[in-house]
């Protein structure tokens, strides 16, 4: 071999290592595609579960809210629950934003993008907390983001709110 062969030899090995070939580059896009199609549908669940299970600690803490303001106000308080606007308001208790008007949830809006697909409570879509925090009747209020659901449900003898 003489010396400018040797130097085209160099020459090729140093452009080949300096790039990817076409196949190369298709075979890497095509693995990343099927990972990302895997990958999308497990994100869009797990959104889901998580802004559903944000919904219903809402409706439990907001519930629970209510139980404490009848307790310490000795005083009914009301919890109403709208399913046909996807919202529920607080009776008597004034909104936290400072605006004028009842307490009033909106799960339909962000960063809950829930459903209010019912609440049943003895029949009735609310729930009267008396002055010992005690509920008039026990029942459930169901939440839903996608195909997640979540109840929340409230004894009727003790009061207790929990997520089921």
């Known amino acids: 071999m003489n010396r400018s062969s040797r130097v085209t030899i160099a020459a090729w090995q140093i452009r080949r290592t300096g790039g990817f070939s076409l196949l190369e580059v298709v075979l890497v ?13 497990r994100y869009g669940r797990a959104a889901g579960r998580y802004q559903v299970d944000l919904a219903a600690r ?7 809210q209510a139980q404490v303001y009848a307790r310490t106000t000795s005083a009914s308080c009301t919890v109403l629950f709208s399913v046909a606007a996807n919202k529920y308001q607080l009776a008597n208790v004034s909104a936290l934003d400072g605006t004028t008007g009842n307490y009033t949830v909106t799960l339909a809006a962000e960063p809950y993008k829930a459903r209010l697909v019912s609440a049943n409570f003895n029949s009735a879509a609310q729930v009267v907390f008396n002055g010992w925090g005690l509920p008039d009747n026990g029942g459930t209020v169901v939440v839903a ?6 109840t929340i449900a409230v004894d009727a003898q003790t009061g207790q709110v929990s997520i089921q």
């Open 58 to 64: 809402r409706v439990k803490a907001d519930l629970q």
């Open 145 to 150: 983001v996608g195909t997640q659901q979540r």
């Open 29 to 41: 896009s095509v693995i990343i595609a099927i990972v990302a199609a895997m990958a999308v549908p």
